[in-house]
């Protein structure tokens, strides 16, 4: 059998036998210094209608480290036909993305080297066997840092991975950035990160670093909410063990390395509750405070009175939402983020959820209430004569058949989607969120009657609700199911499987609507969470048109008032954009009372409450907001690379890898698996493109596979070579699989009980034989439309 040349290699096997040898050679470490497929983005997740798909995930050919977790190279290859730099601009997004230094592209005959450690940078050629060595790149990137031998030891310190999950790279970019700050003698840093991408866990090997290098012996971790430091303390801080405390009480025990409190636990009313001077002001090396938004932003809080009293401590401040007022800011104690890592980013790379929104309006909501001269509530209590609108529902007065609507909205949506879809209800206070638990029961008794914990009101008043939050975020956890709540869940709070947020307070600050969106963002394939759904009934949504939001929903849907809560899968909703509400008066009857609770609640039960309008909208690749149909999306995906059915067609039959076709489209978000539960199963990826976007009658991968059984292409091959082929057709027929060049599908089954790869392709009398047999085969399945082409 004639060997292949390079040119006539795939990219993997350029890769196996040529670029891992040249590494290995050059005294990397294959088992602690290189990680081939380096994962960089789990694949974005697309949502249409009720179905949810990922795309591909990206990964680096190979990315080098120094040591466990520290990252110094990225090396990308491509196939001996293309040049030695095509694949560098995509290592040098992989190495920005992971700050690594040094850059290399290969295409199995060289490498082009990109050096961001000097200035002006320039790209050199080497030869296979010039590949540096981990000695020549460790001393290149010492140089750069311009650091003593002391502070390069601490950037050099391992991450811990023993028993842990793997980082991700901008967890990795964000401790190492932060290590880095350190070593450089900052003592004061922020980190913003999107709910859901890991703070706990950065803090984590950030604390672990630095004190295995000796830079921090204690640690004080701070948070505002005792569920945030149970959590911390049972999951991500876990490896600390004994070394780890909690601070209750008063008294404080000075032998402990890592100590997690509340800010309420060692604040006090009075001097001598205040327990944080029972440590000496220079007790703590290092401050981490979880959710630095909170109170630590604002100069005149007690909390900042903590910070300063350890003012010695390097102190690092981790949020999603870093506030930025007039009266209150976290940049200007902490400075700058040095990192950021932006919910929009984290959807884009496929580790946060994507969510659409359904907006209903409520006919009281935007046109106000102004009740009749002399009108009591029902209590006997006389109105007061104004209009009342959006912000003024169920804190200065209550519509009680409004809570009923919502409460039937909200279960109307579960029962046609999941009804045991874990689910938290944003309430405008301890009350609302009492009154809508009971509509919540009314509606859904037989539920109840199963358990009484399917609905649960969850607030700071509650301690039987508290004790239930536990269950709540476990995904274990059948129960709660439904949650009603006003402030406690707003931040912080892991529900990893929340599945459907409920907006029925107005919200105002960007701030707090981030974290409340944040609740739904975590991904749980594996409890079938790939997306969320946000219910907003007081146009808190509109934010998403705020510039500094940066994380549009893929959907907002508006059903009409007779129709369903759940939008239809494939049907066009409206208009493109945000919808801004056409106009109308965001807060009918003035401006929304201050926060507390106002001197009088009326309740009002004889006030009937309409639904006006629903709409859904998705968020597209770019991050715009769209409201199409999926067929209409996938016209316009399609589209932007094919203007014409003929210039499709062209691609196509030209092209030697249909694959990659599909693939590409898939990565332009075109959900070809959403497609076909909805078109048909049973066409193939090039039918659907035709037949949705370019109006052609579409022919069933069966009655292809048939028409080419029929033409008698097979007669000219051997037996076995025939069988080959027929299987491959079935194969397209049964799954689905394009036919492929790739001998690579030879290995598995059915292929493998007739013999090896080597000797099923000497049937055909070589590579390049086999080859071109696939290749008419696949010109006979799509013979109509090559006749139109």
Same mark, same amino acid.
């Given at each position: 059998?004639?060997?292949?040349?390079?040119?006539?290699?795939?990219?993997?096997?350029?890769?196996?036998?040529?670029?891992?040898?040249?590494?290995?050679?050059?005294?990397?470490?294959?088992?602690?210094?290189?990680?081939?497929?380096?994962?960089?983005?789990?694949?974005?997740?697309?949502?249409?209608?009720?179905?949810?798909?990922?795309?591909?995930?990206?990964?680096?050919?190979?990315?080098?480290?120094?040591?466990?977790?520290?990252?110094?190279?990225?090396?990308?290859?491509?196939?001996?036909?293309?040049?030695?730099?095509?694949?560098?601009?995509?290592?040098?997004?992989?190495?920005?993305?992971?700050?690594?230094?040094?850059?290399?592209?290969?295409?199995?005959?060289?490498?082009?080297?990109?050096?961001?450690?000097?200035?002006?940078?320039?790209?050199?050629?080497?030869?296979?066997?010039?590949?540096?060595?981990?000695?020549?790149?460790?001393?290149?990137?010492?140089?750069?840092?311009?650091?003593?031998?002391?502070?390069?030891?601490?950037?050099?310190?391992?991450?811990?991975?023993?028993?842990?999950?793997?980082?991700?790279?901008?967890?990795?970019?964000?401790?190492?950035?932060?290590?880095?700050?350190?070593?450089?003698?900052?003592?004061?840093?922020?980190?913003?990160?999107?709910?859901?991408?890991?703070?706990?866990?950065?803090?984590?090997?950030?604390?672990?670093?630095?004190?295995?290098?000796?830079?921090?012996?204690?640690?004080?971790?701070?948070?505002?909410?005792?569920?945030?430091?149970?959590?911390?303390?049972?999951?991500?801080?876990?490896?600390?063990?004994?070394?780890?405390?909690?601070?209750?009480?008063?008294?404080?025990?000075?032998?402990?390395?890592?100590?997690?409190?509340?800010?309420?636990?060692?604040?006090?009313?009075?001097?001598?509750?205040?327990?944080?001077?029972?440590?000496?002001?220079?007790?703590?090396?290092?401050?981490?405070?979880?959710?630095?938004?909170?109170?630590?932003?604002?100069?005149?809080?007690?909390?900042?009175?903590?910070?300063?009293?350890?003012?010695?401590?390097?102190?690092?401040?981790?949020?999603?939402?870093?506030?930025?007022?007039?009266?209150?800011?976290?940049?200007?104690?902490?400075?700058?983020?040095?990192?950021?890592?932006?919910?929009?980013?984290?959807?884009?790379?496929?580790?946060?959820?994507?969510?659409?929104?359904?907006?209903?309006?409520?006919?009281?909501?935007?046109?106000?209430?102004?009740?009749?001269?002399?009108?009591?509530?029902?209590?006997?209590?006389?109105?007061?004569?104004?209009?009342?609108?959006?912000?003024?529902?169920?804190?200065?007065?209550?519509?009680?058949?409004?809570?009923?609507?919502?409460?039937?909205?909200?279960?109307?949506?579960?029962?046609?989607?999941?009804?045991?879809?874990?689910?938290?209800?944003?309430?405008?206070?301890?009350?609302?969120?009492?009154?809508?638990?009971?509509?919540?029961?009314?509606?859904?008794?037989?539920?109840?009657?199963?358990?009484?914990?399917?609905?649960?009101?969850?607030?700071?008043?509650?301690?039987?609700?508290?004790?239930?939050?536990?269950?709540?975020?476990?995904?274990?956890?059948?129960?709660?199911?439904?949650?009603?709540?006003?402030?406690?869940?707003?931040?912080?709070?892991?529900?990893?499987?929340?599945?459907?947020?409920?907006?029925?307070?107005?919200?105002?600050?960007?701030?707090?609507?981030?974290?409340?969106?944040?609740?739904?963002?975590?991904?749980?394939?594996?409890?079938?969470? /790939?997306?969320?759904? !946000?219910?907003?009934?007081?146009? *808190?949504?509109? $934010?998403?048109?705020?510039?500094? =939001? #940066?994380?549009? @929903?893929?959907?907002?849907?508006?059903?009409?008032?007779?129709?369903?809560?759940?939008?239809?899968?494939?049907?066009?909703?409206?208009?493109?954009?945000?919808?801004?509400?056409?106009?109308?008066?965001?807060?009918?009857?003035?401006?929304?009372?201050?926060?507390?609770?106002?001197?009088?609640?009326?309740?009002?039960?004889?006030?009937?409450?309409?639904?006006?309008?629903?709409?859904?909208?998705?968020?597209?690749?770019?991050?715009?907001?769209?409201?199409?149909?999926?067929?209409?999306?996938?016209?316009?995906?399609?589209?932007?690379?094919?203007?014409?059915?003929?210039?499709?067609?062209?691609?196509?039959?030209?092209?030697?890898?249909?694959?990659?076709?599909?693939?590409?489209?898939?990565?332009?978000?075109?959900?070809?698996?959403? /497609?076909?539960?909805? !078109?048909?199963?049973?066409?193939? *990826?090039?039918? $659907?493109?035709?037949?949705?976007? =370019? #109006?052609?009658? @579409?022919?069933?991968?069966?009655?292809?596979?048939?028409?080419?059984?029929?033409?008698?292409?097979?007669?000219?091959?051997?037996?076995?070579?025939?069988?080959?082929?027929?299987?491959?057709?079935?194969?397209?027929?049964?799954?689905?699989?394009?036919?492929?060049?790739?001998?690579?599908?030879?290995?598995?089954?059915?292929?493998?009980?007739?013999?090896?790869?080597?000797?099923?392709?000497?049937?055909?009398?070589?590579?390049?034989?086999?080859?071109?047999?696939?290749?008419?085969?696949?010109?006979?399945?799509?013979?109509?439309?090559?006749?139109?082409?």
């Amino acid at each position: 059998m004639t060997i292949p040349n390079i040119e006539q290699l795939n990219e993997a096997e350029v890769r196996s036998r040529f670029v891992l040898p040249a590494l290995t050679q050059a005294g990397w470490d294959l088992h602690s210094q290189i990680r081939e497929e380096y994962t960089m983005a789990a694949g974005r997740i697309d949502v249409r209608g009720s179905l949810a798909t990922r795309r591909k995930s990206k990964f680096a050919d190979y990315v080098l480290f120094l040591a466990a977790g520290v990252p110094l190279a990225v090396v990308e290859a491509k196939d001996a036909t293309q040049s030695a730099g095509a694949g560098m601009q995509q290592a040098l997004d992989y190495a920005e993305r992971l700050d690594a230094p040094f850059v290399f592209s290969t295409n199995g005959k060289s490498f082009k080297l990109q050096d961001r450690t000097v200035s002006p940078v320039t790209e050199v050629e080497l030869a296979m066997d010039q590949f540096p060595s981990p000695d020549e790149l460790q001393e290149r990137w010492k140089a750069s840092t311009k650091l003593g031998q002391a502070e390069v030891e601490v950037m050099e310190e391992p991450f811990y991975f023993a028993g842990a999950r793997e980082a991700r790279y901008y967890q990795l970019a964000a401790v190492n950035k932060t290590v880095e700050a350190v070593v450089r003698g900052k003592n004061r840093i922020l980190l913003v990160m999107a709910t859901g991408t890991g703070k706990t866990f950065t803090a984590f090997q950030i604390i672990w670093r630095l004190s295995k290098a000796k830079r921090c012996q204690r640690v004080l971790y701070l948070a505002d909410r005792n569920v945030l430091i149970d959590q911390t303390r049972v999951n991500d801080f876990k490896p600390f063990g004994q070394r780890m405390t909690k601070i209750e009480g008063h008294k404080v025990d000075p032998s402990y390395e890592v100590y997690l409190s509340l800010y309420q636990a060692v604040d006090g009313a009075t001097e001598d509750q205040k327990t944080y001077k029972e440590f000496s002001p220079d007790f703590f090396d290092l401050v981490i405070v979880d959710e630095c938004h909170r109170g630590s932003a604002k100069e005149d809080s007690a909390w900042r009175e903590i910070l300063e009293y350890f003012g010695s401590a390097i102190q690092i401040g981790m949020t999603a939402t870093p506030t930025e007022t007039k009266d209150t800011s976290n940049a200007h104690y902490f400075g700058e983020p040095i990192y950021t890592y932006t919910l929009k980013q984290g959807i884009e790379d496929g580790y946060l959820a994507p969510y659409k929104v359904i907006r209903i309006d409520l006919d009281k909501d935007l046109q106000g209430w102004r009740p009749p001269k002399g009108k009591k509530d029902k209590h006997g209590e006389e109105i007061e004569d104004r209009i009342f609108g959006s912000p003024d529902f169920d804190r200065a007065l209550v519509l009680e058949k409004r809570t009923q609507l919502v409460a039937e909205k909200v279960t109307e949506y579960l029962e046609a989607t999941d009804p045991y879809a874990k689910t938290i209800i944003f309430c405008v206070d301890q009350d609302h969120a009492d009154r809508m638990r009971t509509a919540l029961v009314n509606l859904n008794g037989e539920r109840v009657a199963e358990n009484s914990k399917y609905v649960m009101r969850i607030t700071s008043d509650d301690k039987i609700g508290k004790k239930q939050l536990d269950a709540f975020i476990n995904p274990e956890e059948k129960y709660p199911v439904i949650v009603t709540t006003s402030e406690l869940l707003s931040t912080g709070v892991d529900v990893q499987t929340c599945k459907l947020i409920v907006l029925d307070q107005t919200i105002r600050s960007m701030t707090k609507f981030k974290q409340i969106i944040g609740r739904g963002t975590r991904v749980r394939e594996d409890y079938g969470k /790939l997306y969320f759904s !946000v219910i907003d009934f007081r146009k *808190a949504t509109e $934010l998403f048109a705020d510039p500094a =939001f #940066d994380g549009q @929903p893929p959907v907002i849907y508006e059903p009409p008032p007779d129709g369903p809560v759940v939008p239809p899968d494939d049907s066009p909703t409206g208009e493109d954009g945000a919808g801004e509400g056409g106009g109308e008066p965001p807060f009918p009857g003035g401006a929304p009372p201050e926060d507390g609770e106002p001197r009088v609640k009326y309740v009002v039960d004889d006030v009937d409450v309409w639904v006006l309008a629903e709409r859904v909208q998705y968020v597209g690749p770019d991050g715009k907001l769209i409201t199409e149909s999926l067929r209409d999306y996938t016209r316009s995906a399609v589209t932007e690379d094919f203007a014409t059915l003929d210039d499709f067609l062209k691609h196509w039959f030209e092209s030697e890898r249909k694959q990659a076709i599909i693939d590409e489209l898939a990565e332009r978000g075109v959900m070809f698996e959403a /497609l076909s539960e909805t !078109v048909g199963k049973e066409l193939s *990826a090039f039918d $659907l493109v035709c037949h949705v976007v =370019f #109006d052609q009658p @579409p022919l069933t991968r069966k009655q292809r596979a048939d028409g080419v059984k029929q033409s008698g292409y097979f007669a000219q091959y051997s037996d076995v070579a025939r069988v080959v082929l027929e299987a491959l057709l079935d194969k397209y027929a049964d799954e689905g699989v394009e036919p492929d060049s790739d001998a690579g599908i030879l290995k598995v089954q059915p292929f493998e009980q007739w013999g090896t790869v080597v000797e099923l392709v000497g049937q055909f009398g070589g590579i390049e034989q086999y080859e071109e047999a696939v290749r008419g085969l696949e010109q006979a399945l799509y013979e109509p439309e090559m006749a139109g082409a």
